[in-house]
């Protein structure tokens, strides 16, 4: 038998990596589209390809698609509409502060993470799981902080941390809305089937909201959307394929595990600002990108199997 303990591992940091790839893509989308637009660019780009995913895991493993319970309905729509929250307050983030330090503060989301799923879904937590959670935490609070207000003319101040806060704190909650429909349908239909089940109900979902309110609220977003169609597309994809890892992931670990191994985004982000968007790291951001890298080792360290 192969050792699949570490599968949720290898997951978190592939749904990492394609994550860090589309908040890129999605961050530039933004000047064209505005927050919402670029938010649904997503969900509505990313639902064809969840749909291919679905069919070829269906036609390679031969599992009927999953018939979920009642319970499922109420955790997936918890999930998809936090994410959708939580996807329009990081791109605000990232419009008042630069790309890794937006990342920094939505990524204070693990202790929330780990809160929350313990409350709602009795997730356990060990003390090395805990302190992996605090340290990781807090190197991307460090690498974060600004002394001296020195940004407050460049977007700095309480509005980009408040902001970045809320963000992680929606991506908490739906991080927890995810894995509690998960755990109800991965039992009967196997985690492949059931995670990519619910990215394909879920974008399907989300893109039909967004895609109402913007048919009533804001016709020309529609249009803008549809006319950036390319750059639209490869951003929908690599969404899709970043959920589609996570849902896997969420699958197997508790969502306080994964969403801590997802702090490397942290380190993707910083080569994606220093490389694309030519932004330095300080002293303070490295300080902290270390704190984040230890934080992870302690998390894979602790981790029971």
Known sequence: ????????????????????????????????????????????????????????????????????????????????????????????????????????????????????????????LNPLMMLAIVVATVGVIAMSFKPGGKNAGAGGGIKPTLIGLAAGGMFALSAIGYRGALLTVSPMSGFVMAATFMLAVGLLLQAALLTIYLVLYDRKVLSAIMRLWRPSLLAGFMGATASQFWFLALALATAASVRTLALVEVLFAQAISAFIFKQKTSAREAVGIAMIVIGVVLLIWSHPG
């Open 1 to 124: 038998m192969i050792d699949t303990s570490w599968l949720w591992a290898v997951f978190t940091v592939l749904a990492a990596a394609s994550q860090t790839a589309r908040n890129a893509m999605q961050r530039e989308l933004t000047a064209s589209l505005g927050t919402v637009g670029a938010t649904h660019v997503r969900f509505l780009f990313g639902f064809p390809f969840a749909l291919v995913f679905l069919a070829g895991v269906a036609l390679v493993s031969g599992v009927a698609l999953p018939q979920p319970t009642l319970i499922f309905w109420p955790w997936l729509l918890v999930g998809a509409l936090c994410q959708i929250a939580a996807t329009a307050l990081m791109l605000a983030a990232m419009g008042e502060r630069s790309f890794v330090v937006a990342i920094a503060y939505i990524k204070t989301e693990p202790i929330q993470v780990a809160i929350f799923g313990l409350l709602f879904l009795g997730d356990p």
